[in-house]
């Protein structure tokens, strides 16, 4: 089995890509949803996250905003708050990889916002990156509810740059061609990967 990570830097199309993966039947591991549904009221993070940030927790619900605020200068805490979910997310990743396997899909692409910066790129056989020119990611993130200049330039200063990402991956999407375009790419990239896995097993 084949497994592909998805990724690109905030506002590059990431997750309109990973939709069209799935609409081809492709099994796709979202790490974005996997994390909300942990820290949701009554998932398995609440507790321990309640009780190593007193405070961020109210009733049982997490408060996003308070605890981003709370770990976002400070690195200590970001270490501290990732030693408490990426354990978890790795046994939801392992049920997911167990799951395709016994189903015999050809390859599975584990939607990853920050492959590059984790290192979780070497633990794929091929890497996609959705990409596109500057400006249209800036007016992208900046039309979001909430979003500023400042906060955009620094999570853009927390990421890998477009460029080395695209150096790194085995194919390149351009999402500012238009969805037609973006999902024609999806489709000739997940024959040939099917087409691969075929040849691996012969």
């Known amino acids: 089995m084949i497994v592909v ?19 081809l039947d492709v099994p796709v591991f979202d790490a974005d949803a996997v994390v909300h549904s942990l820290q949701a009221k009554g998932g398995p ?32 805490l970001k270490e501290q708050l990732e030693a408490i979910i990426h354990p978890m997310v790795g046994v939801v990743r392992a049920a997911f990889f167990e799951n395709a396997q016994k189903k015999g899909v050809p390859f599975v692409v584990l939607d990853v916002p920050l492959l590059f910066e984790t290192g979780g790129n070497k633990a794929c056989n091929k890497v996609v990156v959705v990409s596109a020119p500057v400006d249209v990611q800036r007016a992208r993130v900046l039309d979001r509810k909430g979003m500023t200049p400042e906060k955009f330039d620094n999570i853009l200063a927390r990421q890998t740059p477009d460029a080395d990402k695209r150096a790194g991956a085995d194919y390149v999407i351009e ?8 999902r024609s790419e999806v489709a000739r990239i997940t024959q040939e990967l099917r087409e691969q896995a075929v040849s691996c097993e012969s």
């Open 175 to 182: 999402t500012d061609k238009g969805l037609d375009h973006a």
């Open 5 to 23: 990570g998805l990724t690109g830097s905030i506002g590059m199309g990431k997750s309109e890509t990973a939709k069209m993966f799935a609409e």
């Open 45 to 76: 993070a609440i507790a321990p996250i309640a009780a190593a940030f007193p405070g961020v927790v109210k009733e049982g619900v997490l408060d996003r905003q308070k605890l981003g605020a709370m770990v976002f200068a400070k690195p200590e």
